[in-house]
Antibody, heavy 120, light 110 residues
Framework: QVQLQESGPRLVRPSETLSLTCTVSGYSISSGYFWGWIRQPPGKGLEWIGSMYHSGKTYYNSSLKSRVTISVDTSKNQFSLRLSSVTAADTAVFYC?????????????WGQGTLVTVSS | QSVLTQPPSASGAPGQRVTISCSGSSSNVGSNTVNWYQQLPGTAPKLLIYSNNQRPSGVPDRFSGSKSGTSASLAISGLQSEDEADYYCAAWDDSLNGVVFGGGTKLTVL
């Protein structure tokens, strides 16, 4: 049973960098698939942030690309998100997901989500 | 606003059939497969339909998907109270080189 669990600070100051980690159990990241992040502002819809293949190939949302970094640590079976220069508009529930790959939008496993608030 | 267009709300009585539309363009729905996600209140989204019309294991056959040109639809027959949720369509966009979502449709079971 594949499981994903987000972790990281729940409160981030404006202009600082948001950092989250997703720990994967039940599947080895190095075996394949894409690993990524999707966010959902309170009361709003879903927004794809980006995805990364275990080999390092990454795809980012063009509207966030200048501020986003997704990385993978296969030794810990984890992958991470860094979002720099955050503002209140970045307040959202962040989900880590497993994706089937580039060219499609199939996300078959999701973490439970973690609410990150940007506030001073 | 979202790249894919969905109606903000839909409703139906128990036992009825409802459809939710998803409109896109040639760079997304028109050239790539569409997937649907169901988000029950307070929970993470769940893959409901993939590759336009395929159901993952465990999804009842009351749920079905279709696609024609630059539009896709999700149909739910035999509506049940537990179907009350938000539904999102998604597709890869060749121009943006990334995933785009619809704004979501809130389904109410009357």
């Amino acid at each position: 049973q594949v499981q994903l669990q987000e972790s990281g600070p729940r409160l981030v100051r404006p202009s600082e960098t948001l950092s989250l980690t997703c720990t994967v159990s039940g599947y080895s990241i190095s075996s394949g698939y894409f690993w990524g992040w999707i966010r959902q502002p309170p009361g709003k819809g879903l927004e794809w942030i980006g995805s990364m293949y275990h080999s390092g190939k990454t795809y980012y949302n063009s509207s966030l690309k200048s501020r986003v970094t997704i990385s993978v640590d296969t030794s810990k079976n984890q992958f991470s998100l860094r979002l720099s220069s955050v503002t209140a508009a970045d307040t959202a529930v962040f989900y880590c997901v497993r994706g089937l790959g580039s060219g499609n939008s199939i996300f078959d496993y999701w973490g439970q989500g973690t609410l990150v608030t940007v506030s001073s | 606003q979202s790249v894919l267009t969905q109606p903000p709300s839909a409703s139906g009585a128990p036992g009825q059939r409802v459809t939710i539309s998803c409109s896109g363009s040639s760079s997304n729905v028109g050239s790539n497969t569409v997937n649907w996600y169901q988000q029950l209140p307070g929970t993470a989204p769940k893959l409901l339909i993939y590759s336009n019309n395929q159901r993952p294991s465990g999804v009842p056959d009351r749920f079905s998907g279709s696609k024609s040109g630059t539009s896709a639809s999700l149909a739910i027959s035999g509506l049940q109270s537990e179907d009350e949720a938000d539904y999102y369509c998604a597709a890869w966009d060749d121009s943006l080189n990334g995933v785009v979502f619809g704004g979501g449709t809130k389904l109410t079971v009357l």
